[in-house]
């Protein structure tokens, strides 16, 4: 059941483990902005599947509720197009879950593509991701919440994009808004 | 007083007049991470005033002691990475006030860019308002709140973005997610 325009690409937003303004190693609290406005800008680029990562179960349960709301509660009739967005969101334990039910579902396991605020070796650029994931290439990119992925995250990755910049030395986009950079530089036309 | 990488382009975001669903005329609230997130991108980009531009003055107020907070307040000290993405915030009770401040920076009126969820008239494409940009012409790219611009507004731009498309048909971007891409097609490298 995939959607039209509907491409291989997926995205994870880890809040464990995850580091603070001092590089320590943190889990952050959910979002609810994080959920809406990366699944909007998600759906608009026809991101497959869009999975919340928290080790917390309390968390997990507060984003069912949330999500119950605009599948089948009055959000659904309220707003129709916030519940397609929404469609796409999977709740996981962690990273490795994602993994898991991204290799089932294609067969095979994705290439692991992180983000970061800094450049780090193993770069890929825009322009071979978005080729790859034109190919039907199955990728899991992921974004990390509070100060950015913790160092054993990005460590896993197969390969790690290079870092927003916009002509300034200032470099401190909100996850939302470096999602939705990311997404159209490799997606948008 | 200018910033290092800063450039001609300013932004406004637009609480009335705006449409809702029903197309119909309204004003809307301020939203705290409209601020926060399109002051961090604007930032980024090197966008010299970002206006918040709303005609209730009880909720220019609020806007006011929140922008307080992070300049002079606790926020400053917690985070002045945040103070200086808010440094460029401007309130304004609406559109004509921006461009006569802008009028006044610049010695001459700036040229008046709409967004757009659909495609209208007078449009611009992206490369050649970055290449006005890069210039030196002022500029005033403007974003509605709710369900975007008035007729009224759209009709006293220059000219008009092309609306955002990820290649589904799926349009319903936050206006944080939209400015952030808008940036990066303007001004990313």
Chains 1, 2 share one sequence.
Not at 34 to 44: C, E, F, G, Q, Y
Request: negative net charge.
């Amino acid at each position: 059941m995939t959607y039209q325009g509907e491409t291989t690409l997926s995205l994870a937003l880890i809040h464990h483990p995850v580091v603070n303004k001092r590089a320590e190693i943190i889990g952050s609290a959910v979002t609810n902005l994080d959920i809406h406005d990366i699944a909007r800008t998600a759906r608009t680029y026809g991101v497959a599947q869009y999975f919340i990562a928290t080790p917390y179960a309390d968390q997990r349960q507060l984003v069912q509720e949330l999500l119950a709301h605009w599948e089948t509660g009055h959000g659904a009739v309220y707003n129709p197009a916030r519940r397609e967005a929404l469609s796409i969101v999977r709740l996981v334990d962690g990273l490795e879950a994602a993994m898991t039910a991204l290799k089932e579902q294609y067969g095979k396991r994705p290439l692991l593509v992180a983000t970061s605020a800094i450049f780090r070796e193993k770069t890929l650029n825009y322009k071979e991701l978005g080729e790859m994931i034109r190919n039907g290439e199955p990728i899991l990119l992921i974004f990390g919440t509070a100060h950015g992925l913790a160092p054993e995250v990005i460590s896993l990755a197969d390969a790690i994009l290079p870092p927003i910049m916009g002509g300034t030395e200032y470099n401190h986009l909100s996850v939302r808004s470096a999602a939705s950079i990311v997404l159209d530089r490799l997606l948008g036309s």
